[in-house]
């Protein structure tokens, strides 16, 4: 008896909330927290066959853009893959990053990694085909610039700069790479 007074309980707290929950889905909706802003990043979208080179070595792989969330995000999936070499076996890189709109704060992305990374983005786009991914300074870390810039000749061109702890402007390249439209 006990546990079916739990379940009802439980069930009602569920209900209960439910209204709450669709009305400020309903909310944020009609604030306009939509696809608008992302519009900036649709040449993005698609996938990337790209190659490169930085400090872990030069690497391979592809990157897929992709709406989701009825247009409300930007998905991003991504690896690379580095051979063996004479020092390092080889090794495969994973990530994925959610891009959204925020109100008042802009553009924003989440990056995380199979190496445990997750990096907090502010989003930028200077002109049309050229965004920049600005991580939050945080006390400590370093800080990271990931960049993007669409070429006339369609070739997709991307840098990933590091800044070392208390100097969040002092950024070094650490990767960069071409990527070719697949789909």
Known sequence: ?????RTVLGGVLVLGLLPTCGADMTAATSRGAGPAPLEALTFLLGTW??????????AAGTATFARSLQ???????????????KTTPASRHDDLMIIYATDGAGIRAD?????????RYAVTVATAGDATFMSDIVSGEPRYRLTYKL??????RG????????????FQQYLAWESRKTR
């Open 71 to 85: 247009d409300r995000v930007i998905i991003r999936t991504s690896f690379a893959e580095y051979p063996a070499t």
């Open 151 to 156: 070429a006339p000749d369609g070739i997709l």
């Open 49 to 58: 066959g790209a190659s490169g080179s930085g400090q872990p070595g030069t």
């Open 159 to 170: 840098t990933f700069a590091v800044a070392p702890p208390g100097k969040p402007e002092a």
């Open 1 to 5: 008896m006990r546990n079916g007074i």
């Open 111 to 119: 990056y995380y990694d199979n190496e445990g990374h997750v990096i």
